[in-house]
């Protein structure tokens, strides 16, 4: 489209050149080439005026969409179309003023009377003159008329010669010469018409001749010879008027006969020329307008260039390369400048970039490392400001992870327990200086479950401030199991301590018992008997205890074999036939085997149901609801029972030895429940169910 | 506001008149001067063939005007006489124009006529000058007429020779006198 334009614009000016010069070449204008190149300049200015009007709705259209340039576009289009219009218009009405007001001025009063009188002045002196011929012609046709016959030759030589007339012929009425004098002999005489004989029968008849630019007068007068008065006999002078006056009449009547067909062609004069001026004047100013558009462009391209690059640069777009036009002007400058900048920011930027992604990546290690802590990690600042926490945090504490704490204080309102850890905190912050590790043990309630959680809290110093990491774990299941472990100390121990005089004490008495039996009285022995027979009762309880003690002491290893699940539940059942309480259980769907301690995991079933039976005495329809399930890689048994439950003090601390709700029995059968599935590196729970009753689940890993 | 259109309507009523020009002027073609041409005969002699037809040509005021200005007026009369042939090509046996001219003459005060032979005649009178040129003689030559040799005949005012300024309007009605082309078979003419 641009070179489109510009060649229309360039078209229109040598079309403009063409018409000025056509104005100048008056046998241009009049010819057919001349309204050919009217009619192809009104063709070409609606074709620019199309152009222009789908340059215009483009323009319109970029702006619409708010093209980078556009606006700039319009308006440099609109500054030179303004600079070409106003002082082409300006030159145009004045033009056409000056125009119409030089072709009116040719056409003035005193040109045109001066001109008339010019031409009055020629044809009075051709008057004159015909006049004066009149006057000579009678004078001469009388005194041929009173001349002899024979005479008459000589005559009219001698009056043509007196009259200074160049020819003079006497003819008939029939055209026949009757005699000639001429100044030049050669000359051959033209005869007059008939028509001009019969004008001049009666009198004297004059006419005024042009022959080639010569003006002749011929008269011809009636002659009456004296012999015979009806002889119809006539005399033709024929005078030339003087070639200056003739060249001057005939000049005037050439300059008046000019003056009015240009006086008659006024308005067609005025139409021409006004007409090619306004044609130039539109061709001038839309082949300029056209122009503006391509200049403007020219103009605008690098600014809108320039423009949509801060655009892309604004974006984030340093890649943005403005191609160089090899302009060496401030443009050219400008835009190599950009260039410039632009790559500078870009290698900054990805400089940056990289430095960003190891920063994210020592961030997301860092998290990673947060994420994958056993140990719940809170920072703070000095005001307890919290600024970050990993999700182990909100594990330990049982909370929602989409939960976000600002501040340290809002932790308490959660629990009221929690008031002891800030404080212990808020004095470790309110130091303001380097404190080496502090850590203190705290029992919480979370979630019906005690828990016990050991606070770590650290102060290190970054940009000037300190900053306190708090190291949180859960050491319940290890404080749990430092408990276990002393329990199991303590058992092997009493174990060995008290195992060991047990047997003398047994033998002792039953000696005594065999000794003294012959020597005392019926009542006597009946006593020592009733003596002998509790401390051996005792024994025999103590060695019970004892035992237990080393069951629950001793180190543990397994004995590992395939065992089908459902026989072994069922082996189990079958001791239980014939208790009062109803056992129900849901087995395992077809076959399972697992390798696992048949022994063990036995007394496991059987103290858990022994327990289950001893809550169940005073329940009406007692009943205990056995099920196995396998989920993945793990075996879970559930035991439930419908009796009175775990009593709440007790639940947390069942499987602890010596802790039990029975009125007999030592308190350790869930201990070594306990330590049985900790063997199998399992998971027991004990929970009480809504409902009511008790429910067991434990978890035992399968190995295939 | 009126006050001033109409100011500026009289400033510029040329430019009203250029606009005016194209649309109006030349469609226009009232009181056109007209040429007719009639009695058509052709007679052997011993020049030849001779065509003779009567002319009328009636002028219009602004023509007459025109004249009277002494703007020339020149008339070409087109003669073209063809064999035409079933099986070939036409031929042409007789092509040629011939030209008389009117002209007012200011400074005798009479009419001058150059005829179709090169002579000038004047007259004081219009109608007497186109008295003159009423019957018009041409010979045509020794031309061989077939039994569809036809002729056609017309007579233009040649605008080419009019003032430079006024051949810009040369299709206007003013200026565009003709008779058009009067054609007809030799056969039927006489």
Known sequence: ?704 | MMVFIMNYLKKYKLLLKLLLFFNIAISLNINASEVNLSNFKIENNVDGQELFFEQDISINNNLFQAIQKGIPLKFDINIKVTNFKKFWFNEIIFDDKFSFEIKYRNLLKKYQLKNIEGKYKYFSDIEKLKENINLIKINLGYLVFLEDTRIEVGVTLDSNQLPKPLQINRRNGTWNVSSGTYAMKVKEIN
């Open chain 1, 1 to 704: 489209m641009r070179y489109l334009i510009t060649a229309f614009a360039f078209v229109g000016i040598g079309l403009l050149i063409l018409l000025a010069k056509s104005l100048a070449n008056s046998d241009l204008i009049s010819s057919e080439s001349f309204r050919l190149l009217l009619i192809f300049n009104v063709i070409f200015i609606i074709g620019l005026v199309l152009l222009i009007g789908i340059q215009i709705y483009r323009l319109f259209r970029n702006i619409k969409k708010e093209i980078v340039g556009s606006k700039l576009t319009l308006r440099l289009v609109l500054s030179f179309g303004l600079m070409v219009i106003i002082p082409v218009s300006v030159v145009y009405f004045v033009s056409f003023n000056f125009l119409t007001k030089s072709i009116d001025s040719w056409f003035n009063v005193k040109v045109e009377s001066a001109l008339e009188g010019g031409l009055s002045l020629g044809q009075k002196t051709l008057d004159i003159l015909m006049k004066d011929i009149e006057l000579k012609s009678k004078s001469i046709a009388f005194s041929l008329g009173n001349t002899d016959e024979n005479l008459r030759n000589n005559q009219l030589i001698d009056l043509r010669e007196k009259f200074a007339i160049f020819q003079a012929i006497i003819i008939d009425n029939k055209n026949n010469i009757i005699a000639i004098s001429s100044e030049n002999s050669a000359n051959i005489p033209q005869l007059p018409p008939a028509d001009d004989l019969i004008k001049a029968e009666g009198s004297f008849y004059g006419r005024i001749l042009d022959d080639n630019g010569k003006i002749f007068l011929k008269s011809l007068s009636p002659i009456k010879f004296k012999e015979d008065i009806t002889k119809k006999v006539y005399l033709e002078l024929t005078q030339p008027i003087p070639l200056a006056i003739s060249n001057l009449a005939i000049s005037v009547e050439s300059v008046y006969e000019e003056y009015q067909q240009l006086a008659y062609s006024r308005t067609s004069l005025k139409i021409i020329y006004s007409l090619t001026l306004t044609l130039v004047l539109l061709l001038a100013i839309l082949s300029a307008v056209a122009l503006s558009f391509v200049i403007s462009r020219r103009f605008s391209s690098p600014i809108a260039q320039l423009a949509e690059a801060t655009v892309a640069v604004a974006k984030g777009n340093f890649k943005k390369v403005i191609p160089d036009q090899g302009k060496k002007d401030e443009l050219g400058m400008l835009v190599n400048s950009f260039n410039s900048m632009t790559a500078q920011l870009n290698s900054a930027t990805l400089s940056s970039e990289k430095n960003r992604i190891k920063v994210e990546e020592a961030r997301k290690f860092l998290d990673s490392i947060l994420t994958n802590l056993s140990s719940g990690i809170i920072v703070i600042k000095k005001n307890l400001e919290i600024i970050q926490t990993n999700i182990e945090f909100y594990k330990i504490f049982n909370l929602a992870v989409k939960r976000q704490f600002r501040n340290l204080n809002d932790f308490c309102h959660i629990n009221d327990e929690y008031l002891n850890l800030i404080h212990f905190v808020s004095e470790f912050v309110k130091e303001k200086k380097y404190v080496k590790t502090k850590s203190k043990d705290f029992k919480f309630n979370i979630n019906k479950n005690e828990k016990i959680i050991r606070l770590q809290i650290k102060s290190i110093k970054e940009s000037g401030e300190f900053i306190f990491i708090l190291l949180i774990d859960d050491i319940t299941d290890v404080s749990e199991a430092q408990r276990h472990q002393a329990w199991s100390e303590v058992a092997r121990r009493l174990a060995h301590e008290i195992k060991n005089p047990l047997t003398p004490i047994q033998l002792s008495a039953e000696r005594v018992e065999s000794r003294l039996k012959d020597k005392l009285s019926v009542e006597d022995l009946q006593m020592l008997q009733r003596s002998t027979q509790t401390i051996v009762n005792q024994v025999e309880s103590l060695k019970i205890m004892v035992n237990e003690f080393a069951d629950y002491a001793r180190t543990p290893k397994l004995k590992k074999e395939d065992t089908d699940i459902n026989e072994f539940i069922q082996e189990i059942l079958d001791l239980y036939e014939s208790s009062k309480v109803r056992i129900k259980y849901d087995n395992v769907k077809g076959s399972l085997i697992v390798s696992l301690d048949k022994n063990k995991l036995r007394q496991v079933f059987i103290n858990l149901i022994e327990n289950s039976i001893d809550a169940l005495e005073s329940t009406k329809k007692p009943l205990i609801y056995i099920s196995v399930i396998k989920r993945m890689k793990t075996l879970i048994f559930k035991i439930s029972d419908n009796g009175p439950g775990v009593p709440s003090e007790l639940i947390n601390r069942v499987f602890e030895p010596y802790v039990t709700s029975k009125t007999k029995g030592t308190g350790l059968g869930l201990a070594i429940v306990y330590k049985i599935i900790d063997e199998h590196n399992g998971d027991i729970k004990i929970l009480n169910d809504k409902k009511g009753g008790t429910l067991v689940t434990f978890k035992i890993p399968i190995e295939s």
